[in-house]
């Protein structure tokens, strides 16, 4: 796998992100894709190692684009771009693979930085159906035979294991090389799986229930 895709339905974006690339050996080569389908043909002929993918892509859409990239067997670090309000959309593709978001107007030093750090972290392997970067790594069975099984994924014990620590939204998200806003989205999901309230109530119930010590 090589280089970027930028996937974006708006044209002025996206050539400002590609122009923005250039020139950044680990982005090397720098592409770009308007839809779903063009995405998915350029991955065909070279496979990505990183997909900027607009949270608003016209037509096939975010999510359905990524499940395209899956049946292909391309499996590169996918981050949304995306703005305040489109959490629904980063909850389900931070479920399907996604490493995090950044807003539209990303600049070359963040382009450098996500090269630098998410690049780095991925870890290659054969093409084929790939596994899933956020897959459960903990299921913790209730007491209660009535109450539901709860399954967390690795990153969100991370922030879990970061709460109980005390650390801010902004620390975690700097020890985990993610925005404070991706970590806010992995906290809602974290929050909406415990039923917890709060970052208290959760760190209370990850102990409970053995997530944390």
Known sequence: MAGIVVCHGSAAVRDRIVSAAHGVPALAPARGAASAEELVALARRTAPALVLLDAHL??????????????????????????????????????????????????????????????????????????RTEAPVRRVEPQDPGAPVVEL???????????????????????????EDTVKTHARRLFRKLGAADRAQAVAIGLRRGFIR
């Open 58 to 131: 016209p037509g096939a859409g975010p999510i359905e684009a990524m499940r395209r990239l899956r049946m292909i067997g391309a499996t590169p670090v996918v981050i949304m771009l995306a703005v305040p309000g489109d959490e629904i959309t980063l909850d389900r593709a931070i479920a399907l693979g996604a490493r995090g978001y950044l807003a539209p107007d990303v600049d070359r030093s963040e382009l450098v930085a996500v090269a630098a750090h998410s690049l780095a972290s991925s870890v290659p392997h054969q093409a084929g159906p790939p596994p």
């Open 153 to 179: 994924t690795k990153r969100e014990l991370e922030v879990l294991s970061g709460m109980s620590h005390g650390r801010s939204n902004a620390q975690i998200g700097a020890e985990l090389f993610l925005s």
